[in-house]
């Protein structure tokens, strides 16, 4: 067993055979304003702007909604690439948001964390966003509308915070917010916070959120919020009373969450949350498990900071929700999200087991985790589900992973059936068959999906990485410090930070912290031995 596991690694994690090489032609899109500083030196302050999330309105409406974790929440037209402020979260003092304890000087998520469309936005207005708040920092955690006339914060009362064991430095907060006219670029209307969520560190919050896209009015899953919360950096911790945390089903920290946060929708299968601001499905796993938070839909996971749907309009049987969560020191990974399952961290990493020393070794003979309520285990034991891509820590790979999805759009046909995903410290940009990663989704801790590089054509050159292209961006947009700015401790010259997302139409964008730039994905040659 453990000779297998090494030797699938050792390809995944290797290089490629160069018939699967496959190049994405980029152009510039649109450039995020800059919210950083050119000559910062901070942690946050010398990324040019903090872009982390884009989202398309559905089909037709022609706008994108762009978060920067500094602050703003753009509405941006895609015709005349306007931006225009719709948001601002960042209330600290001398800024004029909303919220006074956000926090974003330190720490990768920190900030607007996360930001998703309701499926009826263009009939409700409403949307859900994602913010991680420092308790200490001064003034009020409630919404200041100073500057955002048009939020009437009237009836706006914060949620108890759901604790976990252990010190509680940030909070992660999820708001529903009901514009009454979405068709305009200002916010009119209400929010209403649904969901406060201690964290034990500043790292691996609360994040990203999305709904099923392929749920219809009518189905189960319409409107029915999928929600990752990181593990709050407890599942590494020496300090044995936190570090089951990612395993103890009485907390949020290192699970995917399932809630319905509309009170008035799937009433009769559902039961209103323990705070009375969501409901909770009756078909998540863990409603009739004493002791249980009833939203978790799976736990046992480090930093699944990025979650997606792939979509398969051959077969909706191969629709799955994808997360890509970021190891400790070893392996980063890429997870099938099911309903109950254990992921095994902070007991497992990737196919390994991991030590109380951090280190990682062979899976036991017998591999078991005991169910974990509170400080005790249950008796009840269960066999942990282990990544369907992984690749190991290095100058190549980098030692944090993207964001990823599978190509769902049209203009590209040589993406079809691929999974591409980036990685955040490292350059690189890989791509995986997802025919692959579903066969590799088989309860066998060995067999993984192979990954291959993906090389960048932008202005008439192809580069191997993102890391050049962001890099001249950088210095266009007048950053002054010699390196890219972020931290990258496995590779040299700074970090390329890139990440995807996708539009309405599935088409495929890339964009990075370090140069503020949203690049589109407008073409790709691949290899003929490389379709499959
Ligand atoms: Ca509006
Ligand atoms: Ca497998």
Known sequence: MRMTCFALAAIVSGVSPASAQLTLEVKDYVEVPVTGLVDGTGSNDALLARVNVLREEAVGAKRFFITD?????????????????????????????????????????????????????????????????????????????THFAGLNVAGYTTTETI???????????????????????????????????????????????????????????????????????????????????????????????????????HVSASKVSENGRYRIPNDNPFVSTPGARKEIWAYGLRNPHRLNWAVDPANTANNRLIANSVGLHTWETVYIIRKGVNYGYGLREGNELLKPDNTTGPLPAVDKIPVQIGDTSTREMVTPTYPVIQYGHGSDGGDAIGSGFVYSGKAVPALRGKYLFSALTARRIWWASYKDMLAADDGQPGTLAAIHPVSLQWNGQVYDSRFPIAEAAYKARGGKNAQLPGRADLVKGGRADVRFSIDADGELYLYSKTDGVIRKVVGATASTQAER
Do not use: M
């Not at 309701?118 to 420092?134: L, S, W």
């Not at 305009?184 to 964290?199: D, H, I, K, Y």
């Not at 500043?202 to 009015?217: K, M, T």
């Open 163 to 265: 604790r976990a064991p252990g010190p509680r430095l940030h909070e992660g907060v999820l708001v529903e917010w009901t514009d009454s006219n979405p068709a305009n670029s200002t916010f009119e209307g209400t929010a209403r916070e649904l969901l406060r969520v201690q964290l034990n560190t500043r790292s691996h919050p609360l994040g990203d959120l999305i709904f099923n896209p392929a749920a219809r009015r009518g189905d189960p899953d319409w409107r029915v919020l999928y929600l990752e919360c990181g593990d709050g950096a407890s599942g590494e911790s020496t300090d044995v009373s936190i570090r089951s945390n990612p395993q103890r089903l009485d907390n949020l920290e290192g699970k995917i969450l399932r809630i319905i946060p509309d009170l008035n929708e």
């Open 69 to 145: 974790l500094n602050g703003p929440l753009y509405v941006v037209d895609k015709a005349t690439k306007k931006f225009s402020v719709y948001l601002d979260f960042n209330g600290n003092p001398g800024k004029n948001g909303i919220f006074h304890k956000l926090t974003v000087a330190q720490g990768f998520g920190n900030g607007l964390n996360g930001f998703y469309l309701d499926p009826d936005y263009a009939r409700n207005g409403k949307f859900y966003t994602v913010h991680i708040e420092n308790p200490a920092l001064p003034g009020s955690n409630l919404p200041d509308n």
